[in-house]
């Protein structure tokens, strides 16, 4: 049984504890946040999205 968890969900996890153990602040991540949206409708986003899914289907590829 394959488990799937969407990369939203998981970044927003990681950000969570970032913010509660290592000491990034709100403000930090707002930006990030920020950061992804203006990424997102530039000209580089199909190339991140090629990378993002090319990194996925590696590491679902792995036999545990």
């Not at 998981?10 to 920020?34: D, E, N, Q, Y």
């Not at 949206?37 to 036999?63: C, D, Q, W």
């Amino acid at each position: 049984m394959a488990l799937s968890i969407s990369a939203v969900v998981l970044l927003a996890i990681v950000v969570f504890l970032l913010i509660r153990k290592s000491g990034l602040k709100g403000g930090h991540a707002a930006v990030c946040v920020l950061l992804g949206f203006y990424l997102a409708s530039s000209s580089i986003a199909p190339t991140i999205n090629e990378l993002t899914t090319n990194v996925a289907g590696m590491i679902g590829s792995f036999k545990f």
